[in-house]
């Protein structure tokens, strides 16, 4: 074990007393008999007797999570704020000053296939899960052989250690947790996650957000143990059984009896179940079991039933006890069978605090939450190319609606991270129903680029497959002279890829007819193109009219004073895992982004069409939509820059939303989110629009089709202008704003909250 280790380390180095770690060790039989379990390690930072100096000292000598650098994403690590049975969690902040927690896969499980299926789980489901009750998985990925997972930072404490520090928690407070828990977990279920790990430790209170009448922001975490339904099956070791070493996954004081006995065929019953127990916890400072082993509690879980007198004695409302014992009957089929029932209960317990949630939650609807580039063509739209009226002209035919989408989509609850930069474990769930399909990434790693052509050179292919493209490496000295040879072989009958070594690229790039079917991508980390010299009508990168099949992956174009890639008409290319802070701008051409990472924000003209999956696209206007179509899956679009403006417009053409969060930080709530002109076709399925003044601005646009839309706006939710078509299918619907709709008076109006808010909802 390595904190043993760690702890003789401190030992050897003089950070600490034996009288120290004799305390800790007596602190932790005392937390042991209470149901709490920690290592010394862990207590003695936690009691304050070893600094994270000393520690990231100490890391020098031995690190009891691998690290092998500092950075991850372009976010450096700042100081280990906690550790778990598979690692530690860091704090991190990059250039831009986000800060955001980064868990390490602790080195001794590195090499443990169930412990990597759980880091890898762990991911998976938090990456298809947004809910502001729900701690959000931002990325993971694999960097030098160390499993990183990069999630949101919550500023605050867990249940746990809110136990520890002030003792029992108050009715009304653990009321408003179980409200927040339960939508949370709700939520989870309907997206084919069972957490299976539901626990003080796992519950982290939040400070309350602004303008909302809550004790605390309470977020579920650690879905380490969490079950995901794939297409119908079970992912390997998702249920209930007993691992290798003979214990069932989950911790003993809050396991299910089904689970503790090693069922197969869990559902939310189990985390109902531990939802329960932990509240049990939380009302009297105690678990509901104790024991000297794992083994004895859990057979306590299986066998005795919940002794529901010292809540009695406590004083605790007998409509809360009542609502406890069914959620802890150990008998599953007379324990609550959903979480609408225990939505429903708590209503009926404490209508005050269920208040303007009651009616999305009764309907099974969970709320999401809430650099400038140089000189660029996209700095320049303004309010009227994004929203033109209708005297003005639109250049162009206008595309129509992809063929086979039907008008009226299916209801169904889905989710994926939007927020992620994609890696193997992400999964989507499919629109017909909670079991989703995996989302295959990382397949196809491709990208688009080009370079001047230079003195031809003899091509050196590396050993391949007969059936696979002849790979040919190439360092920046030569790559101009290689890349001009690939295209005077004109390779229609053997693929080539030019596999990049890393180093700096002279760029600009420019890619005609000749380079179709070319493959160049990065043998390794830090491939970048770029462009000393470069003008601001230059572009870094061109993709020529008539280039085909053309693909790129892996690579970093640098900052440049004009465009970073420019796509003109018929050019068609793939693109993945590539980064930008310049602009990218589509004009005729059709391209497909995965994985892109785009701080200089995207336009899109002249009937362009473009896919962009599980990417993040930010900057002045995140994206515009001139004439042609979008398509865009599992994605992050932000506003950034010192002014607010439109997110994402779209002027004419047609645009589809799936699985996506439309958000800004410009100063204060302000800007609009999306913005649709009078030739906009569009459709929304499973979108959240928060930190925004307004959130949707409609001129006479079709919105045919949302399955799935939620809006927290400062002033507007939905702005609308024009007629609603009668065949349109809206369903999932949440808009919370002072002014929630502006111009659609049919929409029904149910509850309002506080500082004015109100919940507005569109009838099923």
């Known amino acids: ?40 390690w ?22 009891s999570s691998g690290i092998r650098a500092l950075e991850v994403e372009g976010y450096v690590l700042q100081g280990r704020i906690g550790s778990g049975g598979m690692g530690d969690v860091f704090r991190a902040e990059n250039a831009a000053k986000e800060r955001v927690a980064v868990k390490l896969l602790a080195s001794k499980f590195a090499r443990n296939e169930e412990h990597g299926r759980r880091f890898q789980r762990e991911a998976r489901a938090g990456m298809r899960l947004l809910h502001p009750h729900i701690t959000r998985s931002l990325s993971a990925g694999d960097s030098d052989g160390q499993r990183y997972l990069i999630m949101e930072l919550v500023e605050g404490t867990s249940l746990k250690q809110r136990l ?55 977020k579920v975490c650690d879905f380490g143990l969490a079950k995901v339904l794939q297409g119908g099956a079970d992912e390997p070791e998702s249920h209930g059984q007993l691992t290798g070493t003979g214990m069932a996954l989950g911790t003993p004081h809050y396991m299910a009896p089904e689970q503790a006995s090693g069922e197969q065929d869990l559902d939310q019953r189990a985390d109902i179940y531990s939802l329960g127990a932990s509240a049990y916890h939380a009302l009297l400072g105690q678990t509901m079991h104790s024991g000297k082993s794992s083994t004895v509690i859990m057979y306590k879980q299986v066998t005795e039933s919940a002794d529901l007198k010292p809540l009695r004695e406590a004083g605790i409302t007998p409509a809360l006890i009542k609502l406890l014992a069914r959620m802890l009957d150990k008998d599953r089929k007379r324990r609550f069978a959903t979480w609408d029932e225990v939505l429903t209960g708590l209503a009926q317990l404490a209508p005050a605090i269920a208040g303007a949630q009651q009616a999305a939650l009764g309907a099974g609807l969970a709320a999401m939450p809430p650099r400038p580039a140089g000189s660029s063509r996209l700095q320049a739209v303004t309010a009227s190319e994004v929203m033109p009226s209708a005297a003005e002209p639109v250049t162009g035919a206008l595309e129509s609606r992809r063929p086979g989408t039907p008008p009226a989509m299916p209801a169904a609850q889905r989710a994926a991270n939007p927020m992620a930069r994609l890696d193997p474990y992400q999964a989507t769930p499919a629109r017909g129903g909670r079991r989703g399909r995996l989302l295959l990434v990382g397949a196809v790693l491709l ?106 992956a892996g690579i970093e174009l640098a900052e440049a004073p004009g465009t970073a890639l420019e796509a003109l008409v018929s050019a068609r290319a793939e693109i993945a895992d590539c980064s930008t802070a310049a602009p990218i701008a589509l004009s005729g051409a059709q391209l497909h982004f995965t994985n892109l990472r785009a701080t200089g924000g995207m336009l899109v003209e002249n009937q362009a069409r473009l896919r962009l999956d ?29 002014t607010a403006g439109t997110v994402v417009g779209a002027a004419a053409g047609s645009i589809d939303l799936d699985a996506v969060v439309i958000t800004a930080r410009w100063p204060g709530e302000a800007g609009t989110g999306l913005a649709l002109g009078a030739h906009v076709s569009a459709t929304l399925h499973d979108v959240a629009i928060d930190h925004l003044a307004i959130g949707i601005t409609v001129d006479r646009a079709e919105l045919t089709a949302i399955d799935g839309l939620t809006i927290t706006a400062s002033a507007t939710g939905l702005h609308w202008s024009g007629p609603r078509g009668d065949g349109w299918h809206w369903e999932r619907l949440l808009l919370q704003a002072p002014e929630p709709l502006h111009g659609l008076s049919q929409l029904a109006i149910t509850g309002q909250g506080a500082r004015s808010e109100r919940l507005v909802m569109l009838p099923q």
């Not at 599980?614 to 004439?627: C, F, K, N, Q, Y």
């Open 164 to 218: 520890l520090d002030h003792g029992r928690m108050p009715e009304a407070d653990l009321i408003a947790l179980l409200w927040q828990m339960a939508s949370a977990l709700s939520y989870a279920w309907g997206h084919g996650v069972l957490h299976r790990d539901v626990k003080p430790a796992n519950l982290m209170l939040a400070p309350p957000r602004p303008g909302v009448a809550e004790p605390f922001c309470a």
């Open 614 to 642: 599980d990417s993040l696209l930010s900057g002045p206007t995140a994206l515009v939509l001139r004439d042609g179509h979008a398509e865009v899956h599992q994605s992050w679009l932000c506003g950034t820059g010192g």
């Open 447 to 552: 990208v688009v680029a080009g370079a001047g052509a230079g003195a031809a050179i003899a091509l050196h292919a590396a050993p391949r497959a007969a059936s696979g493209p002849r790979s040919v490496a190439a360092t920046p000295a030569d790559f101009s002279a290689l890349l001009a040879q690939a295209a005077a072989e004109r390779p229609d009958h053997h693929a080539v890829e030019l596999v990049l070594a890393p180093g700096d690229y002279p760029g600009p790039w420019r890619f005609g007819v000749a380079h179709s079917g070319l493959t160049v991508r990065a043998g390794g980390h830090g491939v970048r193109v770029i462009g000393p010299g470069l003008g601001a009508d230059t572009a870094l990168v061109r993709l020529e009219p008539g280039l085909t099949g053309f693909r790129l």
């Open 1 to 40: 074990m390595e904190e043993p280790r760690l702890v003789r380390l401190a030992l050897e180095h003089r950070f600490i007393t034996p009288e120290q770690v004799e305390q800790a060790t007596v602190q932790q039989r005392e937390l042991a008999d209470r149901g709490l379990e920690h290592s010394v």
């Open 42 to 63: 862990f207590l003695l930072q936690d009691l304050g007797f070893i600094s994270d100096a000393q520690i990231r000292e100490l890391r020098k000598h031995m690190s």
